[in-house]
């Protein structure tokens, strides 16, 4: 059983930073490609940041520059450093597990975890 447990999300201000972790367990860490996704309220699910087996790296126009995922397979988690968070970046959070490539398409993940909720004050 594969399991996906987020944490790190609260309040912040308009410029603020916050680093989410994304604890994964169940399979070896290191078969993993793993992503980011945030769905703010009333819109749909939309693509953050993706890493690959090799740690290459993907982002959305929205947020490069502004964040950075990583990941630490000895620790067999996930993370998503976000810097100089505005408004718009208000919205759950999850991560995202796949065999396959990584990818910036949801469908293209096979597990998730429950989502952690960032709110940036103005």
């Known amino acids: 059983q594969v399991q996906l447990v987020e944490s790190g999300g609260g309040l912040v201000q308009a410029g603020g930073s916050l680093r989410l972790s994304c604890a994964v367990s169940g399979q070896p860490f290191s078969r993993y490609a793993l992503g980011w996704f945030r769905q703010a309220s009333g819109k749909e699910r939309e693509f953050v940041a993706a890493?690959?087996?090799?740690?290459?790296?993907g982002y959305a126009d929205a947020v490069k520059g502004r964040v950075t995922i990583s990941r630490d397979n000895a620790k067999s988690t996930m993370y998503l450093q976000m810097n100089s968070l505005k408004p718009e970046d208000t919205a759950v959070y999850s991560c995202?597990?796949?065999?396959?490539?990584?990818?910036?398409?949801?469908?293209?993940?096979?597990?998730w975890g429950q989502g952690t909720q960032v709110t940036v004050s103005s």
């Open positions: 995202a597990a796949t065999f396959n490539a990584y990818s910036s398409i949801s469908y293209d993940y096979n597990y």
């Open positions: 890493i690959s087996r090799s740690g290459v790296t």
